[in-house]
Nanobody, 117 residues
Framework: QVQLVESGGGLVQAGGSLRLSCAISGSVFSINVMGWYRQAPGKQRELVARIGSSGWTNYADSVKGRFTISRDNAKNTVYLQMNSLKPEDTAVYYC???????????WGQGTQVTVSS
């Protein structure tokens, strides 16, 4: 059973920083994509950033230059360093694991990030 557990959310003032972590447990195929998505109230879930097992990354335009995704393959953990936070970054942030070769897709329970102005 694969489980994703996020941590690191909270309340921060605009301009501040937070670091999210997502620990993935269970049997995970080594070739995969880890990512962060977010969902604000009344809006659809959207991609924030993704990172492949080889290290490639892609980011939403709205977070480029402010957020950095990274992963520790030995620990099966993915991180999201968020700097220069804006009120519009307020959302529930979800960790995601894609294993395309096995047709598997997993989600964490989400962690709230609130940025006050």
């Amino acid at each position: 059973q694969v489980q994703l557990v996020e941590s690191g959310g909270g309340l921060v003032q605009a301009g501040g920083s937070l670091r999210l972590s997502c620990a993935i447990s269970g049997s995970v195929f080594s070739i995969n994509v880890m990512g962060w998505y977010r969902q604000a109230p009344g809006k659809q879930r959207e991609l924030v950033a993704r990172i492949g097992s080889s290290g490639w990354t892609n980011y939403a335009d709205s977070v480029k230059g402010r957020f950095t995704i990274s992963r520790d393959n030995a620990k099966n953990t993915v991180y999201l360093q968020m700097n220069s936070l804006k009120p519009e970054d307020t959302a529930v942030y979800y960790c995601n694991l894609e294993v395309s070769m096995a047709g598997q897709n997993y989600w964490g329970q989400g962690t709230q990030v609130t940025v006050s102005s």
